[in-house]
């Protein structure tokens, strides 16, 4: 059964740092993973689709790593900004390219001005 | 990109009565579509498919007589949380994929969206 984790559940840090969010899976038979903004009380927002072919995805400040053999994907997001402020969530198929996704409990992330 | 809109954003409602939330894809005609429930500080957990034409599948532990899913065209999917009690209280999200969208690596489907998300609050 897929399992999704991510850490550090929450992450504060001054405004123009470089970051990373951690994710790590336990199904590594899938065929891609996501990750998803989401602002409070609001739904989610895709920022990056990343396939089994592909070893990053890059949009705009954000780049996503997956390494299907270790079970872990990474969210770099470079020169952070107050606005990137919100919950960061992880998403794997349930199984190969499922369109269930399996979630994480998400980091929230606080960038401070 | 594909737009997913969710009714009524927020609704707040006496325990013991019905409430239903529609979950439109706006801009594209989605035969499946999926809704998940998120309580506070968790992560979003998958009560059920809804497919156009057919039953929807729940997923284990979700009672499908307590959340009921319609799914009557191919832009409308609805879930009525019946006798609704204060453990229902959550956010409840839908997804639809839009199969116009190139699909995803190794699978059959198009690209997923989700909606605004639709807070309710049981008293």
């Known amino acids: 059964k897929q399992e999704v984790t991510q850490i550090p559940a929450a992450l504060s840090v001054p405004e123009g740092e470089n970051l990373v969010l951690n994710c790590s899976f336990t199904d590594s038979a899938i065929y891609n993973l996501q990750w998803f903004r989401q602002d409070p009380g609001k739904g989610l927002t895709s920022l990056l689709l990343?396939?089994?072919?592909?070893r990053e995805q890059t949009s705009g400040r954000l780049n996503a790593s997956l390494d299907k053999s270790s079970g872990r994907s990474t969210l770099y997001i470079a020169a952070s900004q107050p606005g990137d402020s919100a919950t960061y969530l992880c998403?794997?198929?349930?199984?190969?390219?499922?369109?269930?996704?399996?979630f994480g409990k998400g980091t929230k992330l606080t960038v401070n001005p | 990109g594909a737009v997913v809109s969710q009714h009524p954003s927020w609704v707040i409602c006496k325990s013991g009565t019905s409430v239903k939330i529609e979950c439109r894809s706006l801009?594209?005609?989605?035969?499946?579509m999926f809704w998940y429930r998120q309580f506070p500080k968790q992560s979003l957990m998958l009560m059920a498919t809804s497919n156009e034409g057919s039953k929807a599948t729940y997923e284990q532990g979700v009672e499908k007589d307590k959340f009921l899913i319609n799914h009557a065209s191919l832009t409308l999917s609805t879930l009525t949380v019946t006798s609704a009690h204060p453990e229902d209280s959550s956010f409840y999200i839908c997804?639809?994929?839009?199969?116009?969208?190139?699909?995803?690596?190794?699978?059959?489907?198009?690209?997923?969206?989700f909606g605004e998300g639709s807070r309710l609050t049981v008293l």
């Open positions: 801009d594209f005609q989605a035969t499946t």
């Open positions: 998403a794997a198929p349930l199984r190969g390219g499922s369109e269930k996704l399996v």
């Open positions: 990343i396939q089994s072919s592909q």
């Open positions: 997804s639809a994929r839009d199969l116009r969208r190139p699909g995803l690596a190794g699978s059959h489907t198009g690209e997923l969206f």
